[in-house]
């Protein structure tokens, strides 16, 4: 019932009884408690090389990234405006570093992670370790630590951010501070991690002391190559081809506790059984061409497209080519509180 087809004596109760700071359950029940998800996040499908691309080379020129401190566009659903989301719990943006800049250190509560879309050789240091940066590579950086970005190469470097704020802002725990230097001193040379944690070992005697991944830098090269070898050795899942998720090698959860992060390849021809989940979903092109259909809409993608499928959207993908599709969603978040549901096949 809208609030103009509400009976006089009802309106003039509700009317008093507002100023006390009470309302009543039964004028908002359904919106509340609803039969299933009814997200307010809408499909979206931004074209990189001929939408996005431009502008952020052009906001090069209006603000430098130290100035800016983070230099990124929002991906900003356009269910959601002004509320710098790209699904109800995620953040999204595009970031980018020009040759001889410093996105200055500084560490929050907030999770964030990189997907990176353009450039080579770039660097996020976290925690006093770099990590050189190549297209395809997945990078964290954890709740709390220090990191900063920096570009000494000569073409510009720009990422995909991914970040919970919305969720740590529904928490009201984000604290968050700048560093006095703007690039952290280097305390561990690049790789170290890589060499501790990331060969399916760890240092003995070694016992986690947070609850994300000691690996901070996953290289596309070696994801690219467990896909391939993965679709060479068997069938695809038919909702999601041949799909990875990325793990915290220490405890084989998320990377980090509220973002869970994915690599699929589609071989050219397939097409996906129609799919929704709960967890409303960031898709970053890696490689190859092809569409996805989203309820009424079609995204035909390409490699550096960044599209979301909110919660509970049947989709389902079709590979012009062979593809390669990175995605990110808070499905941890979702399956540690037993909530996340899944419907495969649904028409
Ligand atoms: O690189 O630390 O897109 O703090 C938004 C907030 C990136 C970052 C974003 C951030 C960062």
């Known amino acids: 019932m809208t609030a103009t087809q509400v009976a006089p004596e009802r309106q003039a109760f509700y009317d008093r009884i507002g100023p ?14 609803t039969r299933e998800p009814s997200s307010s996040a809408l499909p979206y499908h931004w074209n990189y090389d001929d939408v996005v691309r431009p502008f952020m080379m052009e906001s090069g020129g209006l603000i430098t990234a130290k100035e800016a401190e983070r230099r990124v566009l929002i991906l900003e659903n356009p269910g959601l405006k002004d509320q710098s989301r790209i699904t109800n719990s995620l953040f999204a ?42 297209p395809g590579d997945f990078v964290i950086t954890p ?46 040379p690049v790789g170290d991690s890589q060499a501790r944690f990331g060969a399916n070992m760890v ?19 070696r994801s690219r190559e467990a896909l391939t070898t993965m679709a060479r050795n068997g069938a695809p899942d038919p909702c999601h081809g041949h799909k990875l998720r990325y793990i915290n090698p220490a405890t084989g959860g998320s990377p980090m506790p509220t973002i869970g992060a994915f690599m699929a390849l589609l071989p050219s021809g397939f097409e996906t059984a129609p799919y929704r989940s709960t967890d409303g979903t960031i898709y970053s092109v890696v490689e190859g061409t092809g569409e996805t259909i989203v309820g009424d809409r079609v995204f035909r993608w390409k490699p550096r497209d960044i599209f979301v499928v909110p919660s509970w959207h049947t989709h389902r993908h079709r590979a012009g080519s062979d593809a390669v599709l990175f995605s990110f969603s808070d499905r941890p978040v979702q399956d540690m509180l037993g909530l996340w549901r899944e419907e495969r096949g649904h028409a």
């Open 20 to 33: 006390e700071s009470l309302a009543p359950l039964w004028e908002r029940l359904h919106a509340l408690v």
């Open 203 to 221: 240092p003995v005697d070694w016992k986690p002391v947070t609850k994300s991944s000691p690996v901070f830098s996953y290289p596309y090269a």
């Open 143 to 188: 709740p709390w630590t220090w990191h900063d970005h920096g570009n000494e190469t000569d073409r510009a470097m720009v990422w995909l951010d991914g970040l919970d704020v919305p969720m740590i802002k529904m928490l009201d725990a984000s604290f968050a501070e700048p560093s006095n230097d703007d690039s952290q001193s280097i305390s561990r």
């Open 93 to 134: 943006g595009l970031q980018m570093i020009l040759p001889g800049e410093v996105a200055p250190a500084h560490r929050h509560t907030p999770s964030a992670l990189r997907f990176i879309v353009e450039g080579h050789g770039a660097y996020t240091a976290v925690e006093g370790e770099r990590a050189i940066m190549e």
